[in-house]
Every structure is written in structure tokens, then in C-alpha cells.
């Protein structure tokens, strides 16, 4: 059959700072070729829609299959599907990925039949069965693991059996030269790592995987990143070396082979400072980047979000990363009830250190806990809205001064990293680029204006929405983790880890919650 792989368009957030490779869905692509079916793959954050029609209309696809890991991309997806079908009646519309497989039967519903399937979990896990399914007996899709119609449910999705069976279909991207981060540009990514032990109330990275934690092994990983032109490397891994052997095997693995890239990635704090060789290590084969969840600046904050790691030591963590000499990037989550004095406490404390920070709005999204104990108050159930860059729970200031206060306080940070402040510090580094015919840094550096801007923001509040999705039957006070699991919880047996490590994530468990 031929299968056509979908990557939605681009988020607020994507339109500035970087543009990514859709991984997941080019391990999906890679699954169904395998299967012996002819896949070709498109990326909305690089191409338009105009450029998918072109292609639905001249190749026909059997199959379109679509990545949605971004809540926000939902009706983007929805209403391409509707158009798809109408001009392909006959072809099997698919959805997939981290946030499909928590809406799953919104999606469907909003799909109003356009939407044959949406399949959670692992994708390339089960791919191969539903396509065989399709191909076969469409009434046999409902048997698949995984996978949701309107005309009912398979079995729970099922783990992929070992990571090291499927490397990425990279050569099915186009315009390769269009992904970058920052001043990693062009960039590609990779996966050393899925899944997270740790289980903070405001993330999914958990619960879609159950807690487990797996890994690649080092030749893998070695094998793929050979395969790979681009000098930026982007590891999605959601905390990068928790298992300080690993970290260790794949760069004693890679300096074996010479390869010479520059690298990104993101840890926590207390795992940085555990395992604060393998850094040191990693900075020496090119780490140049690294970007910190540390969410809150006061201990409140902290247990609020369960991050389960004290204020110290994140802290400590920044003081080290900063001693690496490399650029250290942070997160820090803004809570709807901040008023003016409080955003000036963070634009000052900002202020005060050398890292890029990051603010993101607090937003309960379906598959975290806070979607459970907290959605009862959201004000808004518009899809859009759910990037993290728009509240969506009653702010305490006006919505206009809310987003006034983010705003400027986006702005005081992006200054010391954007415009001619960046340019003056990487002069070097973007002639380089422009030289090589590479634009995507520079351009980034004069965009911010054009994307955050407050009064823009407010207007999307006003939008028409045509679809909304559905809150959790009650809020709780505590939730059951079983039943925000995508994947279940395979426990210890689950966490590639050695014994010193999994006592190191239980005591961080266990020593912030009390
Ligand atoms: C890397 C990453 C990013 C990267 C790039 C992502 C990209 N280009 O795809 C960057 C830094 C850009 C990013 C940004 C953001 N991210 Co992000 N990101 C991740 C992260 C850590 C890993 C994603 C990944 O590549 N995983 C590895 C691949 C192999 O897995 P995968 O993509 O999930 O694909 C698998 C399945 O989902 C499925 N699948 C995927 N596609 C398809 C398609 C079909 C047809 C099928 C059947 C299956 C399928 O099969 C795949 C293989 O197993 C996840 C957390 C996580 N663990 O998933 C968060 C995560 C997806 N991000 C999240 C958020 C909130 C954001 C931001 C909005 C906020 C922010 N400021 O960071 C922005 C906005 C992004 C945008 N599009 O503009 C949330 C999503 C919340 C939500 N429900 O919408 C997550 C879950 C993290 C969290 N804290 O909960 N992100
Ligand atoms: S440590 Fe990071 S990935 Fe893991 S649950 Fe917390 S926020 Fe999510």
C-alpha cells in the first residue's frame, strides 16, 4: 500500500527558537516500510499544505498516517483529514502519537468519520499489524493493540519489543536543512534513551510510557549518528544520561569512531550532579548545549509541581553547568496566579544569571495529573490554546496584563539571547552559517517580536473554535497513576537501570514527597 506520513505544521514556540525532526514519525515510516508497504513522508513545520495536497492529490495514498505529539495541532489535524477524505473516500485515515492517544476518542468524534483510527503508544510497535489489517480485513483494525475507531477498541498498545530494532527513516525528510536549534543549525535528532522513572503532576513524558525508562544500545547509536550529515545533534531524550554507564558507553563509542558533532540535550539538575563525569565527558565530545527543567525558583513551586528535587540543588546544578562552559538553558513554569510583583521578582532573578530562560505557562494537559485534579477550572477547552504559551486556567491579573506581564518579562530575557546582543557574542558562528548557505540562526534572532506579542496573544482567546475537548468526568484530589497510563507500568523489570540508580530515583521519590 502506499502509506503517506504526516507531520502537522508549527507552534508558536517552533516558529522562533527551532525547527525539528518529526523522530517518532520517521520511526513509523521506517516500521511500515519494513512492512513492505511504499511510504513517502511530509513535514508541515517545513513544507505547507499546499505541498501536502499536491502530493495527496497526485500519489493517492492508501493510508495517511499523522503525528500528533502537540495538543495544539489537533484541529489542524482534524480538518485536513476531513479534506483528505473527501477527495480520497476510499483511503484509511490514521492518527497517532503522544497527544492523539490522549484524546483519542475526542479526535475521532471531531473527525465526525474521517478519521478511521487513532492508534496509542508506540507507533512502529503495532503499525505493521494495522496495516497488514487494512490491507487484509478492515474490520480486523479493532484487534489491533492500541488502536480506537468508532467502532471500538483493541487491546492496550503493547511496548516495542527492543529499541534496537528500528533506526529512523531519515532519508524520507525533505529539506533536511531546515531543522536547527539555536546556533546548532542544520541539526538532526536522535534517541539514546524513552521514557522517564520520575512522575512530575504537570508532565505526560510518564504516563505515556508507564514509567519505564529504556535504552539504546552505544553501537546502535553509533551505527545511526554515522548516518548522519548534519554537524548539530538534538537528543530527544526527556533526561539525558540517568544512567551514567550508558552515557559513558556511547561516548567512549563515538570518540572510538571519531565522529564530531555538536550536541543538545535535557536533564534535571540532581542528575547532572550525580553523574557529573559523564557531563564533563560529554562536553569534551561537543556538548554545547544543555537545557535544565528547573521549573520553579522557590520550594513551593517545587512540591507543586513534584519535581522532587530541592531549590539547592538546582542551584548547585546551575553553578555546574555553568563551570562546563557551556550554554545552559532553563525552564521555568509561570503560574496563572502571578501578579506584577511576582513577574518582576523573575525578570530581576533572570536577570541576575547568564542562562537562557525559558517561561512556559502552567496548563493541565489530558495524560498529566494536574489535567485531573485541576481541569475542572480551565476556561477554555479551544485545542489552540493548549501550547503552554497561553493560559488556559483563570489568571489572578487581567488576561490582557497577564499576557502583558509574560510578555515583557519573555522579552527582558530574550534580549540578553536574541538581536544584536546574539550576534555580537556568535558573529563568528552565524558568518559561518550564512556562508554555508544556512539561514534558519540568523534569522531567528529578529523574530521574537512578530511571534510574542501580547495583544496577538489575547486575540486568540477570541478565535472561533470549532473544536473543544472534553474534561475529565470529576476532579480528584489524588489520582490513581494506572489510569493515566498509555503504556502499563512493566515497574522495576521495566527501567533499564543498574540498582544504584533505581535507589537514586526512589530516594528523590521519596525524599520530596515526604
Ligand atoms: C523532543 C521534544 C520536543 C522537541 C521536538 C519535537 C518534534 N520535532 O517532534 C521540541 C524541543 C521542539 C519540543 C517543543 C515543545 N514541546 Co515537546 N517534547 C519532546 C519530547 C521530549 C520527546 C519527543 C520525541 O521526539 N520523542 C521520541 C520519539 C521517538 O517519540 P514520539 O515522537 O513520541 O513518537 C512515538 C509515538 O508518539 C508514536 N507516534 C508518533 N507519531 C506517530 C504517528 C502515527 C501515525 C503513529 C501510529 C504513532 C506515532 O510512535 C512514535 C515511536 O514510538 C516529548 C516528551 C516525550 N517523551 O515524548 C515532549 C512533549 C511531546 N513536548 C511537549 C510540549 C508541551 C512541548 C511544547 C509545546 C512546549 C515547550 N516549550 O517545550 C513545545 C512545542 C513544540 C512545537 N511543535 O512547537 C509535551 C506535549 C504536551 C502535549 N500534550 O501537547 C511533551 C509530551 C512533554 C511533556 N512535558 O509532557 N518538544
Ligand atoms: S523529570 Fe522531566 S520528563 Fe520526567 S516526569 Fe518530570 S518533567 Fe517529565
Not at 134 to 156: F, H, N, S, Y
Not at 319 to 339: C, H, Q
Not at 488 to 499: K, L, S, V, W
Request: proline residues 5%.
Amino acid at each position: 500500500m502506499k502509506v503517506l506520513a504526516v507531520h502537522p505544521g508549527p507552534l508558536m514556540y517552533t516558529k522562533i527558537y527551532l525547527r525539528l525532526e518529526p523522530l517518532g514519525l520517521e520511526l513509523v515510516a521506517q516500521a511500515a516500510r519494513q512492512a513492505g508497504h511504499d511510504v513517502q513522508l511530509i513535514d508541515l513545520q517545513a513544507e505547507t499544505h499546499a505541498d501536502y495536497f499536491k502530493i495527496v492529490d497526485r500519489w493517492k495514498p492508501d493510508v495517511v498516517a499523522f503525528s500528533c505529539n502537540y495538543l495544539a495541532n489537533v484541529p489542524e489535524i482534524v480538518d485536513l483529514a476531513k479534506l483528505t477524505k473527501e477527495k480520497l473516500p476510499q483511503s484509511f485515515i490514521l492518527v497517532g502519537g503522544h497527544s492523539a492517544s490522549f484524546v483519542a476518542q475526542d479526535f475521532l468524534e471531531h473527525g465526525e468519520g474521517a478519521i478511521d483510527c487513532v492508534l496509542k503508544g508506540e507507533g512502529e510497535a503495532a503499525v505493521p499489524q494495522l496495516l497488514l489489517a487494512i490491507a487484509q480485513d478492515r474490520k480486523a483494525v479493532t484487534k489491533v493493540p492500541g488502536a480506537v475507531t468508532l467502532d471500538g477498541e483493541g487491546p492496550a498498545p503493547r511496548f516495542v519489543e527492543r529499541l534496537d530494532d528500528l533506526r529512523p527513516a531519515r532519508d524520507l525528510l525533505r529539506h533536511r536543512r531546515k531543522y536547527f536549534i539555536g546556533v546548532l543549525d542544520p541539526c538532526a535528532s536522535i534517541e539514546f534513551t524513552r521514557g522517564c522513572p520520575w512522575d512530575c503532576s504537570f508532565c505526560s513524558a510518564w504516563t505515556f510510557y508507564g514509567r519505564s525508562y529504556r535504552t539504546v544500545s552505544p553501537d546502535k547509536i553509533v551505527e545511526d549518528l554515522e548516518r548522519i550529515e548534519q554537524p548539530g545533534i538534538f537528543i530527544v531524550d526527556d533526561v539525558a544520561f540517568i544512567q551514567s554507564k550508558h552515557g559513558f558507553d556511547i561516548g567512549e563509542a563515538i570518540a572510538r569512531k571519531g565522529i564530531k558533532k555538536q550536541y543538545y540535550l535535557e536533564t534535571r539538575g540532581d542528575v547532572l550532579l550525580r553523574n557529573k563525569e559523564v557531563f564533563t565527558f560529554w562536553k569534551q565530545l561537543g556538548l554545547r548545549y544543555m537545557f535544565i527543567g528547573v521549573e520553579a525558583i522557590d520550594e513551593a513551586g517545587l512540591k507543586q509541581h513534584r519535581k522532587r528535587i530541592t531549590l539547592g540543588k538546582n542551584f548547585e546544578a546551575l553553578e555546574y553547568a555553568r563551570s562546563l562552559g557551556i550554554t545552559v538553558a532553563i525552564n521555568l513554569i509561570a503560574d496563572p496566579d502571578w501578579d506584577r510583583k511576582r513577574f518582576a521578582v523573575i525578570r530581576e532573578w533572570c536577570l541576575e544569571i547568564p542562562e537562557i530562560v525559558n517561561i512556559s505557562v502552567n496548563t493541565p494537559y489530558p495524560g498529566t495529573e494536574t489535567w485531573h485534579t485541576e481541569s475542572r477550572k480551565v476556561e477554555t477547552r479551544d485545542y489552540r490554546l493548549y501550547d503552554i504559551q497561553h493560559a488556559v486556567l483563570p489568571t489572578k491579573l487581567p488576561l490582557h496584563e497577564f499576557y502583558e506581564e509574560l510578555v515583557k518579562t519573555q522579552q527582558v530575557l530574550n534580549q540578553k539571547h536574541l538581536g544584536w546582543e546574539a550576534l555580537r557574542s556568535t558573529t563568528r558562528i552565524a558568518a559561518g552559517h550564512l556562508l554555508r548557505g544556512q539561514t534558519n540562526f540568523v534569522k531567528m534572532l529578529w523574530k521574537f517580536n512578530s511571534v510574542y506579542n501580547p495583544k496577538l496573544q489575547l486575540s486568540d482567546h477570541a478565535k472561533p473554535i470549532k473544536y473543544q475537548m472534553t474534561l475529565p468526568p470529576a476532579p480528584q484530589e489524588t489520582v490513581n497513576p494506572k489510569i493515566l497510563y498509555i503504556h502499563h507500568a512493566p515497574g522495576r523489570q521495566g527501567r533499564a537501570i543498574d540498582d544504584v540508580t533505581e535507589r537514586f530515583v526512589e530516594e528523590t521519590r521519596m525524599g520530596a514527597s515526604a
